[in-house]
Nanobody
Framework: QVLVVESGGGLVQPGGSLRLSCAASGSIGSINVMGWYRQAPGKQRELVATITSGSSTNYADSVKGRFTISRDNAKNTVYLQMNSLKPEDTAVYYC?????????????WGQGTQVTVSS
C-alpha cells in the first residue's frame, strides 16, 4: 500500500504564492510519475502538472509560466510552487503517485489540500 499525503494549502491573496508538498510512503518500489491535479466546486478534476522520475514535466496551459513542479526522488516527495495566483486557481489540490512495487503497479491519491485565492 502506498500512502500519499499533501500539505501546504491555505488562503492567499491574488498575485500571491504558495508551495504545496506531497510525500509518498509505504510499499513504494519505484515511482514513475508524480503529479498534481485540482478540482474546483462543480467542476471535474483536472491535471495541473506532472513530473517523471527522469524529471520530464508537463503542465496545464492555464498554469504554464506561473507554477513549477519539482521532485526529490530520494525523499519520494513532489512540490508545486505556485506564483501569481488567481482566483480561478481556487480548488482542492490532489497529489498522485504512480509506480511499481515488485509485480504490482499502483496509482495512489492523497486526500487533497484546499487552496483558496481571494482578497
Amino acid at each position: 500500500q502506498v500512502l500519499v499525503v499533501e500539505s501546504g494549502g491555505g488562503l492567499v491573496q491574488p498575485g500571491g504564492s504558495l508551495r504545496l508538498s506531497c510525500a509518498a510512503s509505504g510499499s513504494i518500489g519505484s515511482i514513475n510519475v508524480m503529479g498534481w491535479y485540482r478540482q474546483a466546486p462543480g467542476k471535474q478534476r483536472e491535471l495541473v502538472a506532472t513530473i517523471t522520475s527522469g524529471s520530464s514535466t508537463n503542465y496545464a496551459d492555464s498554469v504554464k509560466g506561473r507554477f513549477t513542479i519539482s521532485r526529490d526522488n530520494a525523499k519520494n516527495t513532489v512540490y508545486l510552487q505556485m506564483n501569481s495566483l488567481k482566483p480561478e486557481d481556487t480548488a482542492v489540490y490532489y497529489c498522485n503517485a504512480g509506480g511499481r512495487y515488485l509485480w504490482r503497479t499502483y496509482d495512489s491519491w492523497g486526500q487533497g489540500t484546499q487552496v483558496t485565492v481571494s482578497s
